[in-house]
């Protein structure tokens, strides 16, 4: 399990750099008034399949780890805040989908994809610096 605590970890990083590609051209997009292209789905389907990912690790490790009771950091709300980033991520796609025009795609990707950044960046504040308990 060390291995996969080692990847959950190192994998944050590509989640990172994913998520600014997608917000950068999400924002790109908004503010120049493009159309919505088959990239720009492709961009932000990448930024939610690395959460899906970095989310699937973080469940078997958290699992692993309660059931043979090694202490953790911010048991709780570690977890919690990831599973938001999860529905943010998802939610972008979803209601990027629905909406009419190219500049309401873009807004609602934005928006859901800054969110959970904002929260991907407290969550991994918070296993940062928690003290293992």
Not at 86 to 114: C, G, P, Q, Y
Request: proline fraction near 2%.
């Amino acid at each position: 399990m060390q291995f996969l605590l080692h990847a959950h970890s190192g994998w944050r990083y590509i989640v990172i750099f994913v998520c600014a590609l997608a917000l950068i051209n999400l924002l790109i997009g908004l503010a120049a008034s493009k159309p919505w292209t088959k990239k720009d789905k492709l961009v932000t389907l990448l930024f939610v399949l690395a959460v899906d990912i970095q989310l699937l690790m973080g469940v078997v490790l958290w699992i692993w780890q309660q059931a043979i009771g090694i202490a953790q950091r911010a048991t709780w709300d570690h977890p919690i805040t990831m599973i938001l980033v999860f529905v943010m991520a998802h939610s972008a796609i979803k209601n990027a989908k629905r909406a009419e025009t190219d500049k309401e795609k873009f807004k609602a990707a934005f928006f859901r994809l800054l969110i959970a950044t904002l929260l991907m960046g407290f969550g991994i504040w918070r296993i940062t610096t928690a003290v293992p308990q």
